[in-house]
């Protein structure tokens, strides 16, 4: 994700990634935080930012399994500046398979 500060001072901004499980069949949040990244920015500069998303990262606790169990299904990506809907730019589903 590109991040471009538009002001005249030099500012902070903290890019932050999200996961959304639809057909998850536990009880999961609304939205998860997953990844963040703080970057400084000097005025007009922009920055690429990476995150990395880990498999571990869309696993939860099987309390029946006592492990840490990935569902497979669908898995919506999101990328902003919070986890408001208007903040996130960016969004894609992935599909974890069995």
Sequence with gaps: ??????GKRTGD???QLYVRRPESTVARPLKELRGFRR?????????SVKLTLDASALSHWDAHARAWVVEP?????MVGRSSRDSDLALR???LVRP
Excluded: A, C, K, S
């Design 1 to 6: 994700m590109d991040v471009t500060n538009t």
């Design 13 to 15: 901004e903290i890019v």
């Design 39 to 47: 970057i400084t920015l000097r005025p007009g500069e922009t920055v």
């Design 73 to 77: 299904g669908p898995v919506e990506v």
């Design 92 to 94: 894609r589903t992935i």
